[in-house]
């Protein structure tokens, strides 16, 4: 196969000619790639616009509004030990969710290493550190209905500012909790050696590209939402 | 969309595995370290209370900072081949102009407000 002498890389002129000739051969474009892994990056892509949709919602929103935004650092600030520390709780989900990524990275080279206990274990603990910031989630959003923050209105500043904040987080957490059900069904999978006839781990790859496009959204919205 | 003609198993596994297994684990903690050190210092841009311009850029930084290193090594992209990092990362770059259009639009609306209703608080 001529293929293998041209593979991967961004490297200049070298990336460009296999752009050609992927694209000019007439037949299959994406070349030694997993369909499920084109698949599921096109599924990241058309969720990269929604995303995008609402945080660019979002920002006409704030940049119309005539009343001033919540200041975000004291809404969401926890108090401990009778100090209030502003943004607490989202700094430690934003922690708990790159340790998610950095436990699926691995499990996913322990896939390919063929090595189904330590990948079944670091899927598990991916699974279990997006079930506990789905559940620190859910912590804040009562106590910002306790508040009274309400989807039309809320007494920190302007109105949109509810709509916003429930309709990002509450679809970036429908996307961690809908992860975390796919994380378990895929690690149960590997334990139990279902790739093991084909030899095929793509399937963890494949699961791990949804998880980091998770912790990717937070990226942005962690940065838009609630550091702006 | 290969793998569609059967190939032996054992062969197909070791072409996966000098793909994409052989990347050392070294690369991931390093990036994890690093993704830890960024997201610390966006935090730090709030708590020191950077404000206007200052805070914003810091922000932006770190931000796509962060989302590179997420995109280029925990999902692999820089160890794709070309058609797939430009078909997957070219179509978000029109973002850029619904961002611009609804800025020009929320301006609209803004002074709308002002001048019409004379709703102005802040």
Redesign the interface.
Known sequence: MTDHAE????DGIH??K??VS??STDQ????????GK?MM??F??SD??VF?CFL??Y???R??????WPNT?EVFSLTVFGTSV??LLI?IM??IL??S??T???A??Y????DRRKTFFLMLATALLGASFVGMQAFEWTKLIEEGVRPWGNHFGAPQFGASFFMITGFHGLHVSIGVIYLLTIAFKVLKGDYE??????VV?IA??YW??V??VW??I???F??? | ???ETPEP??E??AD??N?????P?GV??K??IL??VL?AC??Y???AGFEGFT??TL??I??FL??GF??A????M???????????LA??LL?IG??GI??L???Y??WT??IFFG????
Not at chain 1, 7 to 10: A, D, F, M, Y
Not at chain 1, 28 to 35: D, G, R, S
Not at chain 1, 111 to 114: A, E, H, T
């Open positions: 593979t991967e890389g961004v990336g460009v296999t752009l992927d694209l299959e474009a994406f070349k030694q790639v997993h369909w084109v990056w096109i990241l892509l990269t616009f995008s660019t919602s920002m006409t929103m940049s119309s509004t005539t009343i001033p650092s502003p943004l700094a934003t922690f790159i340790t990524s950095g699926m990275a691995l996913v080279n896939g390919y290493r063929r006839k084909k030899g095929n781990y793509e790859e791990g590209l980091h496009f912790d990717l990226v942005f962690f940065a838009f609630y550091l702006w | 969309m290969a793998h198993a054992t197909a596994a996966h595995a793909e994409h297994g052989l990347h684990l991931y903690f990036i994890w993704l830890f997201s966006s935090y841009v709030d708590w805070r914003w922000i932006v770190f931000m962060k989302a997420i995109v090594v925990f999902m692999h820089m160890w794709e081949r070309m058609l797939l990092i430009l078909a997957i179509p978000p973002l619904l961002v609804m800025v639009e929320s301006e609306t803004f407000r002002v709703l102005f608080e802040g």
